[in-house]
T-cell receptor, first 117, second 116 residues
Framework: GAGVSQSPSNKVTEKGKDVELRCDPISGHTALYWYRQSLGQGLEFLIYFQGNSAPDKSGLPSDRFSAERTGGSVSTLTIQRTQQEDSAVYLC???????????????FGNGTRLTVT | AQSVTQPDIHITVSEGASLELRCNYSYGATPYLFWYVQSPGQGLQLLLKYFSGDTLVQGIKGFEAEFKRSQSSFNLRKPSVHWSDAAEYFCAVAPLFSGSARQLTFGSGTQLTVLP
């Protein structure tokens, strides 16, 4: 596709349920990032995948959060036992290569708006 | 630790008026600086970036930003705002020669409203 695709665009779930958010990066982009955007806040880094290297998980807020990237392409962010404070927009971004910034800008998806009731 | 401050949460301007969005950063050295725009329901789009050279950088959609080392600022400007510019704008900073967007720090954003 032409851009980063995320699904679903909106997700409403009950507290305690598990959710999966999907990200399809731009074809050929080796770097993939997940960010969380809470109301009135900037973007909070969650996790970073680069090629076949071990992911940088240092931004994940708790062990209820996990992510995987299969075949170096599609990524899934999983939140277990959701809490109300997990409500946010979850943004995925990809870039052509690492380093991700110097000459490979981030391309963002439209995000998944998660609401935990 | 690096940080980014966008002091204006919300700005309203009339269409055709000039615009300046403020961004101040805190970092021990000259960082890599960015401005992103986010339209409703959309992801972030890169407007412009600075990491060296001319301190006045031109971006897409008629935007420009000026890096002022003495003021630790990277303010975004546009001479004449269009209604389609209504969106949220994020300033971001990363260490120069950053190897990963892990080190990319975003400000909390400025919401721009454009009046007809």
């Amino acid at each position: 596709g032409a851009g980063v695709s995320q699904s679903p665009s909106n997700k409403v779930t009950e507290k305690g349920k598990d959710v999966e958010l999907r990200c399809d990066p731009i074809s050929g982009h080796t770097a993939l990032y997940w960010y969380r955007q809470s109301l009135g806040q900037g973007l909070e880094f969650l996790i970073y995948f680069q090629g076949n290297s071990a992911p940088d998980k240092s931004g994940l807020p708790s062990d209820r959060f996990s992510a995987e990237r299969t075949g170096g392409s599609v990524s899934t962010l999983t939140i277990q036992r959701t809490q109300q404070e997990d409500s946010a927009v979850y943004l995925c971004a990809s870039s052509r290569s690492a380093p991700g910034l110097n000459n490979s800008p981030l391309h963002f998806g439209n995000g998944t708006r998660l609401t935990v009731t | 630790a690096q940080s980014v401050t966008q002091p204006d949460i919300h700005i309203t301007v009339s269409e055709g008026a000039s615009l300046e969005l403020r961004c101040n950063y805190s970092y021990g050295a000259t960082p890599y600086l960015f401005w992103y725009v986010q339209s409703p329901g959309q992801g972030l789009q890169l407007l412009l970036k600075y990491f060296s050279g001319d301190t006045l950088v031109q971006g897409i959609k008629g935007f420009e930003a000026e890096f002022k080392r003495s003021q630790s600022s990277f303010n975004l400007r546009k001479p004449s705002v269009h209604w389609s510019d209504a969106a949220e704008y994020f300033c971001a900073v990363a260490p120069l020669f950053s190897g990963s967007a892990r080190q990319l720090t975003f400000g909390s954003g400025t919401q721009l409203t454009v009046l007809p």
